[in-house]
C-alpha cells in the first residue's frame, strides 16, 4: 500500500492550489484521510482531515480558506487551497488510516509535496 501526494509549486500569496493524495495497492478499507504540514524547525502538524463518510476537520489557521475532499471510489483525497499565506508554506504530507486485504488498519504517509508561498 502507498500513498503518492502531488500538486505542490510555487504560489504568490492570495493564490490558489489543489493537493492530491492517492492510495494504491491491495487496499481493503480507508478510513480516516488527513494532510499535515511541516515548515523548516517545526513539528509537523495537522492541517484538515476527512472521514469515510465525509465529516471534516480543520485547523483554525486554514478554516474557510482550505478544503478537504474525498473521492471514495478512486482512493484519492484532496486539497483545494486559496488565499495562500506566506505562513502556509510547507511539506505538505498525506495521512491515511488503511486495511490492506490481510491486516489491520495502518497508518501510511506520502512522500510530502512542497508548497511555497512568495512573490
Known amino acids: 500500500v502507498q500513498l503518492q501526494a502531488s500538486g505542490g509549486g510555487l504560489v504568490q500569496p492570495g493564490g490558489s492550489l489543489t493537493l492530491s493524495c492517492a492510495a494504491s495497492?491491495?487496499?481493503?478499507?480507508?478510513?480516516?484521510m488527513g494532510w499535515y504540514h511541516q515548515a523548516p524547525g517545526n513539528p509537523r502538524e495537522l492541517v484538515a482531515t476527512?472521514?469515510?463518510?465525509?465529516?471534516?476537520n480543520y485547523a483554525d489557521s486554514v478554516k474557510a480558506r482550505f478544503t478537504i475532499s474525498r473521492d471514495n471510489a478512486k482512493n484519492t483525497m484532496y486539497l483545494q487551497m486559496n488565499n495562500l499565506k506566506p505562513e502556509d508554506a510547507a511539506v505538505y504530507y498525506c495521512?491515511?488510516?488503511?486495511?490492506?486485504?490481510?491486516?489491520?488498519?495502518?497508518?501510511?504517509w506520502g512522500q510530502g509535496t512542497l508548497v511555497t508561498v512568495s512573490s
Open positions: 495521512h491515511a488510516q488503511i486495511m490492506a486485504h490481510w491486516g489491520p488498519f495502518r497508518d501510511y
Open positions: 495497492g491491495p487496499i481493503r478499507v480507508i478510513n480516516v
Open positions: 476527512i472521514s469515510d463518510d465525509g465529516v471534516t
